[in-house]
């Protein structure tokens, strides 16, 4: 039997999760079809090997540093400091990541571990395509076949990332069961994984999923806190006050999180999507307005009905429009460690439309919620507080849905 | 687990005979199909009745049962409705044992869950996404002791794993017949015949064949070394396929369970 640790473990000092067996306290797990266990145990050994391997580190260090970029800059966006009147803030701006986004950094560290298994094609699941296109880059690199899993709305409202993907070489597959949307191209991803498990790695683009999965994207998306907490002591010579960043599956809120996570003074806020408001229940807010549930792989905080049934949720932003969140974040919230805010669509568009004209930063939608906290928040907070947002991605692939909000036909 | 159920009663009195477990999905198209259905399975030759609980992600199932669950949704079909269609089937058949079959979350949102499917008749679960690992915090919080869990043992699964999921077992072991989703036309007998001289090594558990058993001439050579099959995909089309109403439904559907029967012998 396992460990069970649960609410016992203190506000976050000496962290050390998850359990061997994947656990976070209640969340997590492995709640797959037995068919995938043989694999998924063969990804956790593997990963054990080379999280401690000093040759795959430093080809994953040398990829980051060279082919993504890395170490992404944090900014201190003056403007919008001066602008809201109150904590200086800082951007980690992983939207200068080559591909534009946080994702890149999983899947870089993925593939690398495909390569090692020997495995030919790897499949992905995606929502606003930005994983997807992460995917399609490094299988283009690596020489893998990849095949992407998208939900036939997001191909609609996603088009030109559906197109990126297959510059890249990759074939995306619109999903049309169920809501059509990211829940759905992920069902669809685990089914082709169990048909080919032999010969195909499943890239999960987020920290969801059964065991490692949740484990693996959280250390490979940590080079955000690493760098941030580096960055932060460097311009500042003390630790941010607070850390904001947006959650829908969770992994560029974890990558920032985690390595402060023993920090107890640093708070910690993600953001989820109120969509049309949370008491309208048109939203995609498991966090603030969900039930403890399993699904895809794990148990988490979820958006389902009284019966059991996962809800169709809402989100202007593709890349937040999921059910459920990954589990560590569910654990974080139940020992009080990170908290858990919610801002709308509305919001979320007003601050994308006061970054661009403060600092002249296009932010994705998904980003625009953590931006949507400071600009609630900040103007309240002192001169000299810090807080550093989470620029997760960049917005060129909103302009579309921005514009036809506007009533605008490019 | 050796305690008396109505699946280890059933099983033990096969004799000679192989199992032939039936499936369709509670709700499809509508739950006043549902007790007609499983009484057409009966009839048709099925001893164990696997009932389909719908899911709005049915992440292991094919096209066929991702339909009939978003049928059987859209129709309005609830827990409550499939523990009362249990209920109805008993009130004339006591002794079909019925396996309420589907994921974890619809009966972890249950309040009563265990009580509630007792006494509406149920007698197992096969949880597609239960791992072993869980069964025990799970019986505990939710299924309680008297209802058999029936594990899946996959192509995958290592011989020191087959023994831990049969420690959890109870009723009957489901051998998942190749690497894919139900419905898939990938079975080959003689890998199933491998897997499950190993098994058998590993347990006295019943062993039932399902994913791929497509038609009669299948099912027959699977049970040549199997206990039984289970059938899904091939009865849930007969129900999707089938116009006219209820009495033609179950009129096709009787049909097709007894041809499988049929080839595997009485």
């Known amino acids: ?410 | 687990m050796s305690r008396s159920t109505r699946l280890s009663r059933r099983m033990a009195s096969l004799g000679g005979r192989k199992a032939l477990a039936a499936f369709i999905t509670a709700g499809d198209p509508h739950i006043d199909y549902t007790v007609p259905a499983m009484r057409a399975l009966v009839t048709g030759g099925a001893d164990i009745i696997e009932l389909g609980v719908p899911f709005s992600d049915p992440e292991a199932d094919g096209p066929a049962i991702q339909a009939a669950s978003e049928r059987a949704l859209a129709a309005g079909t609830r827990f409550q409705d499939v523990l009362d269609a249990v209920a109805r089937f008993r009130e004339t058949d006591d002794s079909t044992p019925i396996v309420l079959m589907g994921y974890l979350n619809t009966v972890l949102a249950q309040k009563a869950f265990a009580e509630r499917a007792q006494h509406a008749g149920v007698d197992g679960l096969i949880m597609v996404n239960l791992p072993p690992e869980e069964a025990e915090e799970f019986r505990r919080d939710h299924a309680g002791q008297a209802l058999d869990l029936v594990f899946l043992v996959a192509p995958t699964t290592s011989e020191e794993r087959i023994a831990t999921i049969a420690s959890q077992a109870s009723g009957f072991l489901y051998y998942v017949s190749f690497k894919g989703i139900t419905g898939a036309d990938r079975l080959s007998v003689e890998d199933v015949a491998a897997k499950l001289a190993l098994i058998r090594r590993k347990t006295d558990l019943p062993v039932v064949v399902g994913f791929g058993v497509k038609d009669g001439e299948t099912a027959r050579q699977v049970v040549t070394v199997a206990d039984g099959v289970a059938v899904g995909t091939a009865l849930v089309r007969v129900m999707a396929e089938t116009t006219g109403g209820v009495d033609a439904v179950t009129a096709a559907l009787t049909a097709r369970v007894a041809e499988f029967r049929e080839a595997m012998g009485h």
Not at chain 1, 36 to 44: F, R, V
Not at chain 1, 316 to 334: M, T, W
Not at chain 1, 347 to 353: D, V
């Open chain 1, 1 to 410: 039997m396992r460990k069970v640790v649960g609410n016992s473990v203190s506000k976050g000092s000496n962290y050390n999760q998850p359990s061997e067996d994947g656990h976070f306290g209640q969340f997590g797990g492995r709640f797959v079809a037995e068919t995938l266990t043989a694999a998924l145990d063969d990804l956790s050994a593997l990963y054990e090997r080379m999280r401690g391997d000093g040759e795959f580190l430093a080809e994953l260090d040398r990829d980051l540093s060279e082919y993504v970029g890395r170490p992404s800059p944090l900014y201190f966006a003056e403007h919008l400091t001066r602008h809201l009147g109150g904590a200086r803030i800082y951007l980690k701006r992983e939207d200068l990541n080559h591909t534009g986004a946080h994702k890149v950094n999983n899947t870089i560290g993925q593939a690398l571990l495909a390569k090692r298994m020997g495995k030919p094609r790897v499949i992905a699941e995606t929502g606003a395509g930005q994983h997807g296109v992460a995917t399609a880059t490094v299988a283009a690199r690596l020489g893998l076949a990849c095949d992407v899993y998208m939900g036939q709305e997001d191909v609609e409202r996603q088009s030109l990332n559906v197109y990126r993907m297959k510059l890249l070489g990759a074939r995306v597959i619109a999903v049309q069961s169920g809501t059509r949307t990211l829940k759905d191209a992920m069902n669809e991803a685990l089914r082709d994984w169990v048909t080919n498990v032999d010969t195909t790695h499943y890239i999960i683009g987020t920290v969801a999923g059964p065991h490692p999965y949740p484990m693996l994207v959280r250390d490979f998306q940590s080079v955000i806190g690493r760098e941030a907490r580096a960055q932060i002591l460097a311009a500042e010579g003390r630790l941010p006050d607070v850390l904001v960043a947006c959650v829908g599956g969770g992994s560029n809120a974890i990558g920032l999180f985690h390595p402060f996570i023993d920090d107890v003074d640093v708070r910690m806020v993600g953001v989820e999507a109120a969509g049309l408001g949370l008491s309208t229940g048109q939203h995609a807010a498991p966090l603030n307005d969900g039930r403890v549930g399993v699904l895809h792989g794990n148990r988490t905080y979820l958006m389902q009905d009284d019966d059991g049934q996962i809800v169709a949720t809402h989100s202007i932003s593709a890349g937040l429009d999921y059910p459920g969140v990954g589990p560590e974040h569910s654990y974080l919230k139940d020992i009080g460690r990170a908290e858990y805010a919610a801002a709308t669509d509305d919001e979320a568009l007003e601050a994308f439309r006061l970054l661009n004209r403060t600092e002249g930063i296009l932010p994705a939608l998904e980003s625009s919620h953590a931006l949507a906290w400071a600009v609630r928040e900040v103007p309240a907070m002192d001169r000299d507080q810090l807080v550093v947002i989470n620029l997760s991605g960049r917005g060129d692939k909103d302009i579309m849905t921005i514009a036809r909000r506007d009533g605008i036909v490019l």
